[in-house]
């Protein structure tokens, strides 16, 4: 079975030159997809800014994670859509927490946008889901899924720091192999890929580990080899 690896990194910084300095040490790598960006860039510079000094550096594909988009009433999924198509983003990451009304209304909103759709539904940290001490009905993280998928979604967040939850969800919401899977966790987190074998297509989402980085381009190799043993 063919797979993809690859590395997405996460933008999580307010200075704007230090990224735009980043992404052209690395954007040549053969390990980037592209470069997700959150509410510390876009609070602060505004999304349009942001993608104007990314796309003068990298015609990579863009991605939005809000932090957690879909947790308001389905009515202004439209507006978000809107704001994420006017603003230059290529994918966007719901985490849809208000219900499943709200996650379809989001979905749909955005793919009528021509934007790609991710869905996450557990997050990295302890604590999350009921099992664990959370407010999340492990129940529910599980329906985030399903329900995503029977909306044509096929990409989705799952975290790197829990295997076993993620083997779960993959089979009792029916995913398959048509599914890519974006993954936070990396590094400080102590999340690794080696347990993630039975997924075909992943994308390790890495932040600090690589912004903090002497060398970013032999920290990627690095990373590279410990993938191509996976």
């Not at 439209?78 to 209304?105: N, R, W, Y």
């Not at 099992?131 to 975290?159: H, L, N, T, W």
């Amino acid at each position: 079975m063919e797979r993809i690896r690859k590395i997405i990194p996460a933008l999580d910084l307010t200075d704007l030159d230090k990224i735009s300095q980043l992404i052209e040490k690395i954007d040549g790598h053969d390990l980037i997809y592209g470069y997700k960006a959150g509410f510390s860039l876009g609070l602060t510079h505004g999304l349009p800014k942001v993608t104007e000094a990314i796309r003068a550096v990298s015609q990579k594909p863009l991605i939005y994670d809000h932090q957690k988009a879909a947790t308001d009433i389905p009515d202004t999924g439209k507006l978000f859509a809107g704001t994420m198509k006017e603003s230059g983003m290529d994918e966007v990451i719901l985490f849809p927490q208000a219900g499943p009304v709200t996650l379809a209304a989001w979905i749909e909103a955005i793919q009528a946008q021509n934007l790609k759709v991710i869905v996450g539904g557990i997050m990295t940290h302890p604590g999350f889901t009921a099992s664990e001490g959370g407010f999340i009905r492990d129940e529910a993280v599980i329906e985030i899924y399903r329900i995503a998928f029977e909306k044509g979604v096929r990409d989705f967040v799952v975290p790197l720091t829990k295997p076993k939850e993620t083997r779960r969800i993959y089979t009792e919401a029916g995913l398959d192999d048509s599914c890519s899977f974006y993954s936070p966790g990396y590094g400080k987190q102590g999340g690794g890929p080696e347990q993630f074998s039975f997924i075909k297509n992943h994308y390790i989402i890495i932040g600090r580990s690589l912004l903090n980085a002497g060398n970013p381009v032999e920290y990627l190799d690095k990373v590279n080899k410990e993938l191509e043993n996976i």
